[in-house]
């Protein structure tokens, strides 16, 4: 199982109401985990040429490994400004 650390958070937490006043914590799948079933759906898309399940799975994880160190190291800015153009 993934650690959780600031680097590999969960991918979808949530909370949900528990109907007593209070909240249940939900916490999903890891960053780490959902990179490599990013990685994985595009392994499959291309075919993965007679390879082993097992080699698939490393490589998907060895991309979400590196999409994490990447992360690390170019973080986003605390707030970012998109700007989007609307059509008249």
Known sequence: MS???KLNPW???HRVE?????????AG???????AGQALAGELAYGVGGRSPKWV?????AIADAMLAHR????LPETQTVSIE???
């Open 3 to 5: 650690n959780i650390t």
């Open 11 to 13: 991918a979808f937490p």
């Open 18 to 26: 528990d109907g007593c006043g209070g909240y249940e914590q939900f």
């Open 29 to 35: 799948m890891t960053l780490r985990d959902y990179f």
């Open 57 to 61: 799975a490393g490589k998907s994880y």
């Open 72 to 75: 690390a190291t170019n973080p």
């Open 86 to 88: 609307q059509n008249p």
